[in-house]
């Protein structure tokens, strides 16, 4: 049973860091691509960030480049999204995601 389970989220001030997790049970995240949405409230579910499988070659949207890293651990089966110069513009729930299976998302709030 495929499982994706989000953690990490939390509130955080403009300029700070965050690193989100997303373990995975029923399936080795190293055999296929894993990506990381978010969706702020009445806004649309958007990409954020991808890692392919085998070679792990990265793709990021444009507001997150240079500031978010998609990473993976294959021991701890567990995707990360490193997030760092936060802005009160990234707040949303943010979601992992292979392809038709979701995580139940983790909040991030950025704010003063």
């Known amino acids: 049973q495929v499982q994706l389970v989000e953690s990490g989220g939390g509130l955080v001030q403009p300029g700070g860091s965050l690193r989100l997790s997303c373990t995975a049970a029923g399936f080795t995240v190293s055999s296929y691509g894993l990506s990381w949405y978010r969706q702020a409230p009445g806004k649309e579910r958007e990409l954020v960030a991808v890692i392919a499988n085998f070679g792990g070659t990265t793709r990021y949207a444009d507001f997150a480049k240079g500031r978010f890293t998609i990473s993976r651990d294959n021991a701890k089966n567990t995707v990360y999204l490193q997030m760092n110069s936060l802005k009160p513009e990234d707040t949303a729930v943010y979601y992992c995601?292979?392809?038709?299976?979701w995580g139940q998302g983790t909040q991030v709030t950025v704010s003063s």
């Open positions: 995601n292979r392809g038709s299976y």
